[in-house]
């Protein structure tokens, strides 16, 4: 996607380059439609062009154990009690794309993770260093690091469909339409209409997943239980500025400046009571 | 003895220049590339270590190097380094020290008080650093180990660079002492000798061995 179109980006100090304003894209995530029938996974592996990777039967529909640098979208199949009762908990897991990403914020590559006007939040692997940092930065634990690249990947929102006017590929390929894709707006009211619609089927707890702690995010999610959060492995109160990166942020400004006082009380040291060599204080005499 | 102010005399062993070198070269290679990951606008100089991504790569061997090359320092120094009260009475002179004025400063054994605190903060920085090291340089190992690796990992960021932030201080007024404010230092971690006055100004107390004196060549006078 165009630079015109960047709104943020990661370890740099001058402005953004972006001028456009394009609107706001959401996807939206129908928990209580969803099958589980993974067609959206597979069609993000076809999609993006990632290595099909081997699975395994660990006791779960689900295909792998967790996401990788290859697999971009898990559906995550839990089982929990709830109120007595088991529920089969299925789960789309991938980049919620942020509005105030923990993994930009984070990084401390110039430009190696942009989020443009759209709202997509993309890595540029060309300035990806590896550090990972970004892992540790996201609050929902989705970017994960290739061994053999030395670079972290995670789901672009098929940056490259959406940029062409198409939707991503997951939302196009799922048959019960439970993923939704439009306006950041719209995608809203229909989360709070689907809401509504469960709240009449007898749900008691159902929410929409939009969380304030990373201001919103682009793909949100209808959760029938919303009292289980933790069930579906959605954090209840997420933030992009955990305690100890705020920290290091405010140390950063402390050090810049006394490192440069460092230096230059040197320099006024040399400058003002200067040098002194033994010699000088003992001449050839002795 | 001889009293000869120009006479030369050892100060360090090859071994030790040596190891001295390794901790200061590495630490500076991992000094300048650390403010390069941590100031977007120094960024540049992970250019010293071929680029963002190989710099990033090699950060944390050269912290091995100089992981090593502390313990190796560490073994060597421990006992000379041990504070007692005459290095307590020289700090509490320092401020004279750095104005030069010697006739109020304490007389000091072959390394003073503030010296013999700087090799104790740099090993225990020296620690800290490998320790947070290593976690940010495995995180995926921390996070199968730690239930909240998330915030114990940036923890270790806040950790290693405020650790690099005090080292990194240290250095500057290390670095300024040894090379600028008392010409003569520097010659001792080249080839390892320095001239009896020097000794005489800040080392009064230390009684190199005899056989380290000898009357200097004039090719030694410099
Ligand atoms: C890279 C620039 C550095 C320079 C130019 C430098 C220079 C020197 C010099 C000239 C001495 C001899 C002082 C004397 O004869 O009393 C010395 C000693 C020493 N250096 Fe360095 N050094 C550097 C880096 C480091 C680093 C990074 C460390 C540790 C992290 C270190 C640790 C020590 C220690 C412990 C001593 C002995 C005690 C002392 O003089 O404070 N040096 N250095
Ligand atoms: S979910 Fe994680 S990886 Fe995705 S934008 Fe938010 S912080 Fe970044
Ligand atoms: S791994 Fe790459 S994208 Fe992630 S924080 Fe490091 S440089 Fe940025």
Known sequence: MSTLSIKRISATASPAPGIRSTPEYAKLVDISSCIGCKGCEVACKEWNDLKVEPTANFGSYQSH????????LLMRFDEVEMSGRVQWLIKKDACLHCEDPGCLSACPA???????????????????IGCQFCVTGCPFDIPRFDKETKKVYKCNMCVDRV????????VKTCPTHAISWGSKEDMLSLAEHKVDLLK?????????????GVGGTHMMYVVPHGNHLADYRLPANPTASPLPLTGLGVLKRIGAYLLGVGVLSSLVHYLTIGPQAAEDLHPHDH | MTTEPAALIHRFNAAQRLIHWAVGISFTVLFLTGLAFSYPSLFWLTNL???GPTARALHPWVGLVFSISMAATFSMWMREMSLDATDWHW?????????????????????????????WAQTVLGVVLLISGLALWFPNTVANVVPTASTLLASMRLVHYAATLAGGLLLTMHVYLGLFAFPGTARGMIDGKVTRAWA??????????????RVPKDDDRR
Request: proline share 7%; net charge negative; hydrophobic share 35%.
């Open chain 2, 91 to 119: 700090l509490r002179a320092i401020r004279a020290y750095a104005q030069h004025q010697t006739a109020d400063v304490p007389p000091a054994g072959k390394y003073n008080g503030g010296q013999k605190l700087f090799f």
């Open chain 1, 200 to 212: 009449d089927r007898g749900f008691e707890n159902p929410v929409t997943y939009n969380p304030a």
């Open chain 2, 200 to 213: 005489t100004m800040h080392h009064s107390a230390w009684e190199p061995a005899t056989d380290a004196t």
């Open chain 1, 110 to 128: 110039p430009g190696a993770i942009v989020q443009y006007e759209n709202g997509i939040v993309d890595i540029n692997h060309e300035h990806c």
């Open chain 1, 65 to 72: 154990k967790d996401l990788s640098a290859h697999t971009w």
């Open chain 1, 163 to 170: 940029e062409a006017g198409l939707e991503p590929a997951c």
């Open chain 2, 49 to 51: 270590l071929g680029g």
